[in-house]
């Protein structure tokens, strides 16, 4: 099943202004660079958007921050962003903060099936209120329920036109899931190649939860903390 | 003296032992990979995906693709291995990681932590702690005793909003090893050079001494 789109353009078609969208990554590392780029050209505003981190403020999901476009944040840590701060302290931007492995793992159940799951995370937080609680084992979990989105977009190293996705390295963090989780989901790749060409055995995300791939034009992949080591 | 963030990181290592998984939080917890005792075999998982992260790499060798969470640029050692987020979290809550590092803003005495949030003033996300506090069996907490005005930061009760509760059993500080058990601070080592009396005046919360406190070894 091809399900090759040829450009960015078109892969995004069907977005529109108020929709929930899953966004692939950690940091700036996996994200959807060339499919956050044209958002910001398609000016879509009032945008939900469910995505472990926020970008910084000139590169990822900050560049649409900057341009208002998102209504409401879904993420575990938003701490390399001074204009999503801002915008939240001032009440202008709305935010839900989730415990990281429960955003995986919504997103998770979301794609599978799983209305919704116990666990002990946050348990006697802030993140507990409102939430039912359980013991299971002597020990109390609280309730989290499964997410979806309108579109999921991911990033993967590989995919083939069958949409079969195969990641490098921490790059794949989130994308595996949220690629489950999207009732249309695109992939953008760097290097796209036919089907037959990638090892099945080997093959991260199966294409039944692609919908749309395409190969994307540039990757910056810019790096947030560059880290090094002296040689001796 | 006190120890800097290197000697709270020394001694934590010593805490290590062969074929232990462990997860390293940011910042001092971190420094805990430099001090690996010899002769043990640790493997140091990240939860944005790694298993058998290695150092910093070399200069010119950095690979936008793989980092840690703390976003820094990092290598794979031989054996390593990279999985999704939702795999990473059932390694930390299924238990498969038999140490969890983390620093903290603040301890209560019944081993409930603070360390995501300031209201007003600081609001970054909890990321992957409250997953990591919730489920870990063995959590070492790395922080100072004190903050700069001199008020304890190991407490009666938090006051900041709570990461998880009832889950710390070891605080090493920049003063003192110190357990947390019974709904106390038990004191266990103190810093080479400082007295009990100067952590017992920095320690808001309840805290046992014993009559013989020795000093670390580091």
Not at chain 1, 97 to 115: D, F, K, N, T, V
Not at chain 2, 3 to 29: C, F, M, S, T
Request: hydrophobic letters at 40%.
């Amino acid at each position: 099943m091809n399900k090759v789109v040829n450009n960015v353009e078109e892969a995004l078609k069907g977005i529109q202004d108020g929709m929930t969208l899953m966004l692939g990554g950690f940091g700036l590392c996996g994200i959807p660079e060339n499919s956050i780029a044209q958002l910001v050209k398609m000016g879509i505003k009032d945008l939900t958007c469910i995505s472990n981190n926020a970008g910084v403020d000139d590169f990822g999901l900050g560049l649409l921050l900057q341009q208002r476009q998102i209504k409401k944040m879904v993420s575990s840590y938003v701490g390399e962003n001074a204009e999503f701060e801002r915008q939240m302290l001032s009440g202008e931007l709305e935010v839900d903060l989730i415990p990281q492995g429960s955003l995986a793992e919504r997103c998770r159940a979301g794609g599978a099936g799983i209305p919704a799951f116990f666990t002990p995370a946050g348990y006697g937080t802030e993140v507990a209120e409102g939430k039912e609680v359980r013991i299971f084992n002597g020990k109390p979990h609280i309730l989290e329920t499964a997410l979806t989105a309108d579109f999921s977009i991911v990033k993967a190293w590989k995919g083939d036109t069958e949409g079969n996705l195969v990641f490098k390295g921490t790059a794949r963090n989130f994308n595996p899931m949220m690629a489950m989780a999207g009732r249309i989901t695109i992939a953008e790749v760097e290097e796209l190649v036919p089907a037959g060409e990638l090892d099945p055995n080997f093959i991260h995300t199966p294409g039944i939860f692609i919908q749309r791939i395409f190969k994307g034009e540039k990757f910056e992949k810019r790096i947030e903390q560059r880290t090094v080591r002296q040689r001796n | 003296m006190a120890l800097d963030k290197n000697g709270i990181a020394k001694r934590i290592a010593q805490e290590l032992k062969d074929g232990w998984y462990v997860n390293l939080g940011i910042g001092i917890p971190t420094l805990v990979a430099n001090y690996i005792p010899e002769g043990i075999e640790v493997e140091f998982q990240s939860e944005n995906g790694i298993l058998g992260m290695g150092p910093f790499p070399f200069e010119g060798e950095e690979d936008p693709d793989l980092i840690n969470a703390g976003k820094q640029t990092i290598t794979a050692r031989k054996g390593a291995v990279y999985f999704d987020s939702a795999t990473s979290f059932a390694m930390i809550r299924g238990q498969h990681v038999q140490l969890t590092v983390l620093g903290a803003m603040e301890v209560s005495q019944e081993g409930d932590i603070a360390n995501w949030k300031i209201p007003g003033k600081m609001v970054k996300g909890m990321g992957g702690a409250m997953d990591l506090v919730a489920s870990a069996d063995n959590i070492i907490v790395a922080m100072m005793h004190a903050n700069k005005a001199g008020e304890s930061k190991i407490l009666k009760k938090c006051t900041l909003p709570l990461t998880g509760v009832g889950c710390v059993k070891k605080i090493v500080s920049d003063l003192a090893v110190l357990e947390v058990k019974d709904g106390k601070f038990h004191l266990i080592e103190r810093a080479p050079g400082v007295s009990v009396e100067v952590i017992v005046s920095l320690t808001e919360g309840d805290l046992v001494v014993p009559d013989f406190v020795p000093e670390m070894e580091i």
